[in-house]
Structures are given as C-alpha cells and as structure tokens.
C-alpha cells in the first residue's frame, strides 16, 4: 500500500510542476511555427542513381574477389589431397612440415577473405556517407526554398498530407548533383 501511496505522491508532484505557471522570460521567448517536411530516405537510397551505382560497383568488386577466392580455393584442395597422397610416402618430420606449410597457406586464405569482406563494408559505407551528405545538403537548399525547420522520416509519420513529402523533390536533385560516386576499392 505504502508504495501506491507513493506513486500517487509523485504524480500529484509532477501535475504540480508541469502545471505551474512559466516565469516571465520563459513565457517571453517565442518558438517558432513547426513546419514539417516528411523524407522516405530508405527510398531515395533504394533508388538513387547514386546508391544503385555504388551497389554496382561493389557487387563487381565483390564478384572479383569471389573469383580470386575460389581459385584459392580449388589449389588449397589440390594441395591437401597432394599431402594426403604422399602422407604414406614421406617421413612424419616431412610431412609434418608440408602440413604446416599447408595450414600457413590455408590460413592466409581466410584472412584474404577477411580483408577484403572488410574492404567491401568499408568502402559501401563510404559511398552511403557520400551519398547522405549529398542528401543532407539538399534538404538545406530545400529549407531555405520552402521554409521548412523540421525534417521528419517517412517510416515514423502515420499520416502526412503528400505536399510535405519532400523525396521526389530531394531524389531528383541528387540524381542531378551525384549521379555517381567513386568508392576507393583496392585494385589487385
């Protein structure tokens, strides 16, 4: 009971203070009129001329790689069935160290792999900050135009009137303003 007693002491404490009048310079400040604009960003990086061009360079670099790999791949099979076929033919010493040697080999495979998955976020993540930053300062320009001061997305507004939706407006300003953007990739 003590602790009922006590939620109700405090919500009669918060309804107190929020309900207590504002002193005199607080009720002077004047806050501005909310006027919003709604942005589907998750389109406009779906559909960007841009967004699709560093998908495409990405999953051609990433294609490359897959080649390379399993080209690696098919020699470190190769090499094992190798060792496996003059196991019974060499001293265990020898065959100890081909085994290590195979298993250095083996290892630096898959840190190859690691290194360039790495690689390929790094550089897909460079490309989608490229890309945001563009955005980011057309909606500035947009601003300025339409007078706007609120910026909202679209996954988080339940309704909305279609002309405070800015994406069309901000999808075609940036195809015009980055219709690509080069994303560093290594080239070996």
């Known amino acids: 009971m003590t602790a009922m007693l006590m939620r109700f002491a405090t919500a009669i404490m918060l309804v107190a203070v929020v309900g207590a009048p504002l002193p005199a310079t607080a009720q002077a400040q004047k806050v501005p009129v909310a006027r919003i604009a709604i942005l589907d960003n998750q389109r406009i990086m779906r559909e960007s001329s841009a967004a699709i ?3 495409t360079q990405i999953d051609r670099q990433r294609q ?8 690696k791949e098919q020699e470190l099979r190769n090499a094992d069935q190798e060792l496996a076929r003059q196991r019974t033919i060499l001293s265990p010493e020898a065959f100890a160290q081909k085994r290590s040697e195979f298993e250095g080999r083996y290892t630096q495979v898959q840190r190859d792999v690691q290194a360039r998955k790495r690689e390929l976020d790094q550089a897909y993540e460079f490309g989608l900050r490229q890309v945001q930053k563009a955005i980011n300062g057309i909606i500035v320009e947009l601003a300025k135009e339409r007078e706007f001061n609120i910026v909202l997305p679209r996954k988080q507004v339940i309704f909305a009137e279609t002309t405070m939706n800015i994406t069309d407006d901000v999808l075609l300003r940036l195809n015009q303003k980055l219709p690509k953007v080069p994303i560093p990739l290594s080239q070996n």
Do not use: G, N, V
Not at 64 to 71: G, R, S
């Open 53 to 55: 061009d560093i998908k």
């Open 64 to 71: 490359k790689y897959q080649d390379e790999i399993t080209k």
